[in-house]
């Protein structure tokens, strides 16, 4: 029950000095974020849990184990209030090791490909399995899976609506749910409604998305109860919602280096940060070590001028609140979790120890605890499930025998904004197939479903990886994990898919006929089990040689991640082709045959 807060007849004796504290941090300089004050204080630890903080000298003994923190300072562990670990493609054990060392000690994660991929069962075992962590996984179920819910959908192996929801909400490691999408409460979505119901009558919170609302779209949606949004890309809208009563959560992440504009929101009006946070919703696993996850939104916020006293509170007084556990997590005050972080350096952030559930796990920046990952059941792998190999044939965009040129709808992503953009385009037809043109960037995307066996298979165009002749594959994709692949060649094409398809699901970078670079994920297809330094390794390699190809984007396989999300503008690919955000509407993508 270690979310949830017990009266501890051992913690009342300790704070009065009728029993001993079993560890002390002494010599610290407390960085107080309830009252946004830094002054000397000692903290007495009795279990998990802080007893007391200030002159502890009647509550510590002979037998308390002392840390001294040589006049630095102390901070709460820092919270990730919004977070979906499968992005880093490593177990939560994994994600734990490199976690903690960064100051991490709590994550509300949604888990949605767990979900997606394994059903109730799966995310029983990745929370049993980071319960024998020291990181704290808060469950914030995902509202959907898949996404849309309805047409456009996907074809995930478990699907998650109402019914599912109301399972998992009695769990003690549940809270309510994140990534309410906006439109399916204000498009009064029967199902949605129902979750936001079953949730809202164990009086428990709902967290949307609604990402560039502002005015009474947004204020709508905040009548139904709306505890918060994520990610702002502007400061008007940052403050119309902190203004409206919304917590705002802000993010520097590898899809958007926004935080040094949005964060302009809280430094240039010098409004209450009480309502803002920070979150990472998603990232790669060498981002937790360069350039770090909440430690980094931290510094960044500080170097983009936020007082530090208010970036740490971000981080862990109100990442707590927002989620209303405050009363557990997030301040170094008796009766909370003893997640405090020993730093020296407050500006630039440097962590040097961290004390997690009242153990000292990390000191010196180097993680003291060996953690086992858990042998995972055989249902986990080999999950990629094809009706037949797929052919190069399978690939290709065809049209009138006829035809000589076609103009067709291609979906451009620009280098930094993951969104799809229309790109008109005329393109070659040679015996009724419709041709990529890879020296203007206009590429061939497939989408292969792989859990059913239905064989569907969607085809679009897609402009702005200019990969000149590479070929890129991939199983993971939000919701559906289904195998996307981008290219010119349809033979690479293929030929990628069926190396994907081997693997058990990853990533790879092909050319000519050859793997250049992978990721082998075997465990659903989205995770290894290897370290996350191992992984960032990987993702290193693999994105290097796309972008040796030309690539323009920071992240080709991150950006790649999103393309099947209908509600992000202006299209998307599904199994079933492209859909339009604006219409909800499967498009045909050829607009015109010229013979
Ligand atoms: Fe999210």
Not at 156 to 164: D, I, L, N, P
Not at 431 to 460: F, K, S
Not at 583 to 592: A, F, G, N, S
Request: charged share 25%; aromatic share 6%.
């Amino acid at each position: 029950m270690k979310n949830k807060f017990m009266i501890d007849k051992s913690l009342i004796q300790t704070a009065l000095g009728v029993e001993k504290a079993g560890m002390a941090i002494r010599n610290a300089r407390l960085v107080n974020v309830l009252t946004e004050e830094i002054y000397p204080a000692d903290v007495a630890i009795k279990g998990q849990r802080i007893a007391y903080v200030g002159d502890i000298s009647h509550c510590t003994g002979p037998e308390t184990v002392v840390i001294d923190a040589k006049g630095k300072y102390i901070v709460p562990g820092l919270i990730d209030p919004h977070i979906h670990p499968e992005a880093c493609k490593v177990p939560l054990t994994r994600l734990a090791q490199a976690m903690l060392p960064r100051g991490t000690t709590t994550i509300f994660a949604g888990l949605d490909d767990y979900w997606s991929l394994f059903g109730i069962d799966g995310v029983r075992f990745a929370l049993d399995e980071a319960k024998k962590t020291p990181l704290r996984v808060i469950y914030h179920p995902y509202s959907r899976v898949p996404v849309t819910g309805f047409d456009p959908a996907s074809t995930v192996a478990h699907e998650f609506g109402s019914e599912a929801i109301k399972k998992v909400l009695d769990w003690p490691e549940t809270v309510g749910p994140m990534d309410m999408v906006i439109d399916w409460i204000l498009g009064f979505d029967k199902d949605m409604h129902e979750s936001m119901r079953a949730v809202q009558e164990r009086g428990l919170l709902v967290h949307g998305h609604d990402t560039f609302e502002v005015g009474p779209r947004m204020q709508a949606f905040l009548t139904t109860g709306i505890r918060s949004d994520h990610v702002p890309f502007a400061v008007e809208e940052a403050l119309q919602k902190l203004r409206a009563g919304m917590w705002v959560m802000f993010c520097d992440s590898p899809i958007a280096r926004i935080m040094p504009d949005v964060i302009r929101a809280l430094t240039e009006t010098k409004i209450s940060t009480r309502h803002a946070t920070f979150c990472i919703d998603d990232m790669d696993s060498r981002d937790l070590f360069d350039p770090g996850h909440i430690d980094h939104q931290i510094r960044t916020a500080i170097a983009s001028g936020l007082n530090p006293i208010q970036a740490v509170q971000m981080a862990t007084l109100n990442a707590a609140e927002c989620h209303r556990m405050d009363h557990v997590i997030g301040s170094i005050a008796p009766g909370r979790s003893a997640d405090i972080l020993v730093v020296g350096d407050l500006i630039r952030f440097t962590i040097e120890m961290v004390v997690s559930q009242g153990e000292l796990v990390v000191d010196g920046g180097k993680l003291l605890k060996e953690l086992e990952v858990p042998k995972y059941p055989s249902c986990f792998f080999n999950t990629v499930k094809l009706t037949r190999e797929v052919t190069p044939d399978d690939l290709v965009m065809k049209t009138d025998g006829q035809a000589k040129q076609v103009k067709a709808i291609a979906l451009h992503i620009p280098p930094y904004n993951p969104m799809r953009f229309k790109k008109e385009v005329t393109l070659k037809v040679i015996n009724g197939e419709v041709q990529p043109d890879p020296e203007n960037d206009i590429l061939y995307c497939a989408m292969v479903e792989r859990h059913r066996r239905t064989g569907n298979i969607g085809l679009g165009l897609i402009n702005g990886f200019n990969l000149n002749g590479g070929t890129i594959a991939t199983s993971v994709m939000v919701p559906s994990n289904n195998i996307t692949c981008l290219g010119s060649n349809k033979q690479d094409m293929a030929f990628a898919i069926k190396r994907v398809a081997k693997m058990g699901g990853g990533q790879v970078a092909v050319r000519d006929g050859k793997v250049i670079a992978e990721i082998p994920l075997p465990i659903g297809g989205i995770l290894a089990d290897v370290s996350s330094e191992e992984m960032a390794d990987m993702e290193r390699k693999l994105t290097d040689v796309v972008h040796s190809w030309g690539c323009p984007m920071p992240r080709p396989f991150f950006f790649l991640m999103f393309l099947e999300i209908v509600p992000l503008p202006d299209y998307a690919l599904t199994e079933y082709g492209v859909a339009e955000f604006k219409t909800l509407k499967y498009i045909d993508t050829i607009t015109e045959v010229i013979k």
